[in-house]
Structures are given as structure tokens and as C-alpha cells.
């Protein structure tokens, strides 16, 4: 593909002078749009050193509002990000709805640079690309706009380039003995930049290549790229009458065909533990998840347990007596509430990957990203094709953490109907246990039926090898808080090897 780009391509002063003016007014107002209509935008600059990645991008973003644009420089990763899954620090970079990100460099240092250095290879490799896939689709997905240019310039550009700002006593700086070994190193980047490009090319984020020879041809092709992306989408929208994605009433619920044998209904409630034994084997198991939480600091293994469960299920006792003898050093409770104004303003899962633990730490989420084919799907609160998008969403987000190494363990704390209308009771009758009970708490329990759906189907479409659902019997408390201890304490011995 990059051999056989007309890399003589130029564009004359006059015609520059004449078309980039208007190009620039258009872009302008394309920003101020793409603001009132809530679309995201991500620009991705790859290339050759020395391409004129820095020039173009100051060029790109003369005519923006600076207040609705960010740009990202991408170095290679630190210590701080190698202890995160791979695409966790680009997560937290995407832009809000109506604001633009930049990228100089991106996620595509990993196919690039680590690949030819020989870090990332073979089925890593490919589990890369796949997750590059699935983090732009997921984004465009959600409405983002995402457009990708590679600048290309050939070898002897790029020497020539070198020689002349090594000449400059003010710019010999910018030219490293890295970039110099890349350009030993032109064929392996130019092997793994077409399998790059062909692996990644998408309708949903396409690749441009942009000849960059000559600095006006390549700012023209640049500015008429990006403006037709944002038209194209601004048109969509506008063609659909709407500015944001509507929000109905709560939909019907069917059942899915796969599921008519109901996977809750099959579950024996009736395991229960005496008070003595429940002290005994809680002291033995908090004492070993002690011990363990210093063992995955020590070989720097990521945690992440997930609870989700019906309302007066115990998942804050359970959450209480796992973490209640372990370094608060070490771990982290995530509670999760409703969206603030902030995080709506983002793909849904962005607000859990800002809060993924770093390797060697444990992240414990009190409710979690499930919360958008539960409660958002049973009261109306996304859409039917949003909720049902998420299923494939999630399992591509867990496989990419448990490809990192995270040990993932999710639970569903399941009670009947009867012993939850007995623990509302309680808890509106006991002072100190009103706290617990909300309005809200009753109202759901009225959509009993629908979140049971709900329930079923997540169950069967998001309980995969690498991230399986655990239900834990938690009509006795103190058997379902056993349960999950022995639970975490088998599956990090595993994590480690043991």
C-alpha cells in the first residue's frame, strides 16, 4: 500500500492560498456544530519521524476554539502505565461529547515501536489488533468521529530531513539517537506499518495516507478529511431530526429463546452455615486473602471483583467482611451511583477505566459497568440498540483485562422474592438499618419481573471462560459471605500460579 502512494503530489501557492481559507472558516463552524449536537471527535496522527506530524497538527488547530480541542502526546509508556492494561490510558484521554482529542502518536505505538523492538509479538500481537478494533468501535459506536491519518514521506526524505535539522544548532535536538535507529530500521517499520493499516482499516475508523512530501498538499488533504468526516456525521444527525439519542419509557421485555430455562429459578437457596462455623472458616479465609493481597502486590497481579445483586442482597456486609482484614494500602471500594453530568458526557465505560487498579492493587466495584443492561435497559434510561451493544462491549473490555493478566471475578448475590420483602421490613423497622431502605428500593421491587430478564440474560451473554459470573447463594448471609472468600482466595491462588 505505502510503495505505491504518489508521494510527488504538490499543491501550488495560489491554490493553497484560495482553498485553505474557506477550509478553515468551514472547520470552525464544524466545531462550534459538533458541540451544540454532542459529537466526539478523535484525530489520529501516525507516520515517519520527521513526516511533520508536529507542523501539520498546530496547523489543524488554528482555526479551533481552543477551548473545545485537546492534544495528546503520546510517549512511550512509564512504569506508572505499564502496570495498566494497554488501552487504559488512552480510555481516560477520549473526549467528552462536543470536544475534540488530538492524538500525536496513540494506541498504535504498540503495533509500531514495541512490535518492532520485538516486545509485542506473535498471539499478542494479533490480541492487539483485535483490541485496537473493538476500542474504535466501541467509540464510534457511541458517536465518536474518528479519523486516522498515516504520513508518509520515503527514506530519503526522511534522511534529508534528519540532515538538515541536525545542521541547526537550535532544532539538532529534536533528531535522537532513536530516531535515527528507526531509520536503520526503515523495512521492518514499513512491514509492520502496511499490517498495521491493513489490520485496522475500518468503515467505522478508516485509515487516510497522507503523501507528505510537500506541506501544503498534505495540509489540504488533512483539513478536506477531517471537515468531510464531521459533515458526514453532522448530516446524520441532523437527518434524524435530534441532537441526543432518545430516551424513552422503559421497553418491553421478552425473553430471549436461549433463555427460556430460567438460570436464577435453578438456583438452591437453601445452603446455610451455624453461626460457629461461619467464625471459624471467616477468620481462616481473611487471614489467607491477607496473606494473598501481599503476594499479588509482590508479582504485580491486578484485581478486580465485581458485585452486583438484588437490592437488600448484602453486598455491603459482603464487601465489609472481605476487605476487613486487609492493607487499605492495597485495595480500593468503587462504588458506583447513577452518571454525574460529567461521565454522561462519555462512552459509559469510560468512567469505570479511569478506575481500574493498577497491577499489584485490588479494585472492589459496588455495582458496576453491568448497570447499563440492568437498570438502564429496564427503566428506559438508553436505548434498545445501546443495552444490547453492551453485551459484546463488556466481554471485549474484560478479555482485554484479563489478557493483561487482571484476575476478574464477578458475583451475583441472589435472594428470593420472600427474603428480600423480609430484609425491607427489617430495615424499616430497625432505627438504624432505615438508612438502607429508599423509595426507590419498593419501586423496583414492583419490576421484579422485568429486572429478572434483565438479570437472565446478562447472566448468559457476558459469563465467558475468561470473566465467568459466580451466583452466590445469600439467603443466609454468612454462608454467601463465605462463599465469596473462598471464592477470591481459589481463583488469585490460580492468578499466581499455585
Known sequence: MLENVDLSLKVSKAQFKQTHAEAEVKLGELQRRAKDLGIPVIIVFEGWDAAGKGTLINTLIQPLDPR????????????ERMLRPFLWRFWIKTPARGRLAIFDRSWYRRVLNERVDGDVKGKE??????????????????????????????KEEQKCRFDALRKNPATAWRVTAEDLKRHRQHKEYLAASEEMLAETDSEFAPWTVVASHDHRFATVKIFSTVIEAMERRVAEIEA???AKKPRGSAPAIALPPALTASILDK???????????????????????????????????PVVIVYEGWDAAGKGGNIRRLTQNLDPRGY?????AAPNDIEKAHHYLWRFWAQMPKAGHIAIFDRSWYGRVLVERVEGLCTEGEWKRAYREINEMEQHLTNFGTVLLKFWLHIDPDEQLRR???????????????????????????????VEEMLFRTSTPYAPWTIVESNCKWFGRIKVLETVCGRIEKGLGR
Do not use: M
Open 267 to 301: 438456583v438452591d437457596l437453601s445452603p446455610a452455615l451455624g453461626q460457629r462455623e461461619y467464625r471459624r472458616k471467616l477468620k481462616k479465609h481473611q487471614e489467607r486473602l491477607r496473606e494473598l493481597e501481599y503476594e499479588i502486590y509482590r508479582c504485580r497481579l
Open 240 to 242: 434524524r431530526g435530534q
Open 424 to 454: 425491607f421490613h427489617e430495615r424499616q423497622n430497625v432505627p438504624r438499618k432505615q438508612w438502607k431502605i429508599t423509595d426507590e428500593d419498593w419501586r423496583n421491587r414492583e419490576r421484579l419481573g422485568q429486572y429478572k430478564v434483565a
Open 68 to 79: 473545545g480541542f485537546k492534544v495528546e502526546n503520546i510517549l512511550p509508556p512509564n512504569q
Open 125 to 154: 500481537l494479533q490480541r492487539t489488533f483485535e483490541d485496537i478494533r473493538s476500542f474504535e468501535r466501541q467509540l464510534a459506536d457511541d458517536g465518536a468521529v474518528i479519523v486516522k491519518f498515516f504520513l508518509h514521506i520515503s
Open 332 to 336: 480500593e471500594v468503587v462504588p458506583i
